[in-house]
């Protein structure tokens, strides 16, 4: 068996391969520029290229019998992104299902939700709909929801099988700062919190999170579907910090900024920026996703995949801030 790992050299991705290499499949990592990754590793093919090329994109997948497409744009302007995650991610399903690949698994995200839609307490599962404001996210998430949206057009494809994972936020060894998606920081020591700090951070640890991709080529079950992967039991903002703090042994000094406190000037800025550079930033929408405490069901996940997340995020920590990550 050969399988196929787009964005193999990023967080995830390097972790993916090294998992993939001990099992008895042929692995064949797509990477933009030369690396020494994976170079002492008899079963790992590196094949340089880039996503935005259709020739390399098709001599990529051909012979390959399963696709983990986590490639995506992390930086530049819209065209860059949208060349590599959107068009990119089109690319790669049609030259799959061309060459016969019999399974595709696209590594996707929950934040491509609908934040417009989002109400304190709500559980979120994978019929919750899409991010409608696309115009109000960052570049990366943009892409990443138009390349969900295009993923799921071939969800009931007879031709491929496919799989759609949204995964929450994946943090273990390797992974550069723990506290993204909790805290803003200032400066030195001094961080910024937005809110009462009780809103549930959606962790996975990374090998949870591998034990999940692994599992979905075995599982006929997963054909078609789509899954959210997130531990049930993730923490408050409040207890991420204080798990923090305990591990490395040091105070954290954390201004807790009421949401109410931003509103007027955020909305101020929605009116005046745009006449003074042509562009809103849509702050208050941004604010409304922040602060909002939602929660994510993997009830599916659980049930299809038999997927039991092992480590907690006490655990998870202290994985991460003592280990180095796994490079292969």
């Known amino acids: 068996m050969k399988i196929l790992v787009t964005g193999g050299t990023g967080f995830i991705g390097r972790q993916l391969v090294a998992r993939l290499s001990k099992c008895e499949v042929q692995i064949r990592v797509l990477v933009r520029t030369t690396t020494s990754l994976w170079s002492t590793l008899s079963n790992v093919e590196k094949f340089e290229g880039d996503m935005k090329n259709e020739d390399v994109v098709r001599e990529a997948v051909a012979g390959v019998d399963i696709i983990f497409h986590l490639a995506a744009a992390t930086s530049g302007n819209w065209e860059e992104h949208y060349q590599t995650t959107v068009l990119g991610t089109k690319r790669i399903i049609e030259a799959a299902i061309e060459v016969g690949v019999a399974h595709f698994i696209l590594v996707s995200s ?50 491929m099988r496919l799989t759609i994972v949204r995964p929450g936020l994946v943090y273990g060894p390797g992974m550069s700062n723990p506290l993204i998606g909790v805290l803003f920081p200032v400066f030195g020591n001094f961080y910024m919190m937005i809110g009462d700090g009780q809103k549930i951070v959606p962790y996975i640890y990374m090998d949870d999170l591998l034990d999940a991709l692994v599992s979905i080529p075995e599982e006929p079950a997963s054909y ?89 995020f006490k655990e998870g920590l202290v994985k991460t801030l003592t280990k180095k990550g796994t490079n292969g």
């Open 110 to 159: 929950l934040g491509n939700y609908d934040g417009g839609s989002f109400a304190h307490s709500i559980v979120i599962n994978e019929q919750f709909p899409l991010e409608q404001k696309l115009e109000a996210r960052g570049y990366y998430a943009h892409a990443k929801t138009e390349a969900d949206r295009i993923a799921q057009q071939y969800l009931n494809s007879t031709s």
């Open 224 to 312: 078609g579907k789509i899954y959210n992967l997130v531990h049930p039991t993730s923490p408050t903002q409040n207890e991420v910090v204080e798990a923090y703090e305990k591990t490395c042994g040091k105070r954290l000094v954390v201004f807790r900024l009421p949401s109410l406190l931003l509103k007027p000037p955020f909305a101020l800025a929605d009116k005046v920026l745009p006449l003074l550079r042509g562009s809103n930033p849509y702050l208050l929408y941004k604010l409304d996703r922040i602060e909002k405490k939602v929660r994510y069901d993997c009830t599916r996940a659980s049930n299809e995949l038999n997927w039991k997340p092992k480590i907690f």
